[in-house]
């Protein structure tokens, strides 16, 4: 069963608006939550973190937000650029990373 | 430092061959990981390994399935024999510690079994 849930298999923004991705885990006893980005032909690299003891990370125009309650995490891009085009994984870590299935971005120009 | 290499980048077989997947590390990191990229369960982390010893092998699909660590510097994933529904993107990834540091990932291998 996925523990760590991708809802939007794609997303598509226009350039310099803002682009939202999303994620719903199911364990409460995750502390630490990052966000992996993905070119075709190439490994998910890693791009911002964010622990659990903390609603808000902040790393120039990517944004995460922590909401514990609700168990749900987002990473924000403002502004969007063409080349964020990539797929966005989530991951949260136990004893291991669990991660997402991944979400699809197209920036549009 | 290359970062995590893997090798093959591509490899197409057939139904009821032996596959062999490479993966080097970057050297230093202490943990080696497994995934296999699929459309509906994303990155499934199959095996890992903790200073060469197998810590969690129950992503491993079935007993066709095999990891070996013989050293610091080398991993290989085996499917033996291999079939179509294995097909898929193989990453390998590293680590120096506590997951607070992420993981770094290889570039994977592209596996067609037909």
């Known amino acids: 069963d996925q523990q760590v849930k991708q809802n939007s298999p794609s997303l598509s923004v226009q350039e310099g608006r803002i682009s939202i991705l999303n994620c719903d885990y199911t364990?409460?006893?995750?502390?630490?939550f990052l966000w992996y980005k993905k070119y075709p032909a190439e490994g998910p690299t890693f791009l911002i973190s964010?622990?659990?003891?903390?609603d808000k990370n902040e790393d120039g125009r990517f944004t995460v937000f922590l909401n514990k309650s609700a168990k749900h995490l987002s990473l924000h891009i403002v502004p969007s650029q063409p080349g964020d085009s990539a797929v966005y994984f989530c991951?949260?870590?136990?004893?291991?990373?669990?991660f997402g299935t991944g979400t699809s971005l197209t920036v549009i120009p | 430092d290359a970062g995590v290499i893997q090798s093959p980048r591509h490899e197409v077989t057939e139904m009821g061959q032996e596959v062999t997947l490479r993966c080097k590390p970057i050297?230093?990191?202490?943990?080696l990981f497994w995934y296999r990229q699929t459309m509906m369960r994303g990155l499934e982390l199959l095996i890992y390994?903790?200073?060469?010893?197998?810590?969690?092998d129950s992503g491993m699909p079935e007993d066709r399935f095999s990891a070996k660590m013989p050293n610091a510097s080398f991993s290989t994933l085996k499917i033996q024999p291999s079939e179509p529904r294995d097909s898929a993107v193989y990453f390998c990834?590293?680590?120096?510690?506590?997951?607070?540091?992420?993981?770094?990932f290889g570039s994977g291998t592209r596996l067609t079994v037909v």
């Open positions: 990834a590293s680590s120096s510690g506590r997951a607070n540091y992420g993981y770094t």
């Open positions: 364990n409460s006893m995750f502390d630490y």
């Open positions: 964010i622990s659990s003891i903390k």
């Open positions: 991951a949260a870590s136990g004893n291991q990373f669990y």
């Open positions: 050297s230093g990191h202490n943990s």
């Open positions: 390994f903790n200073n060469n010893v197998p810590i969690d």
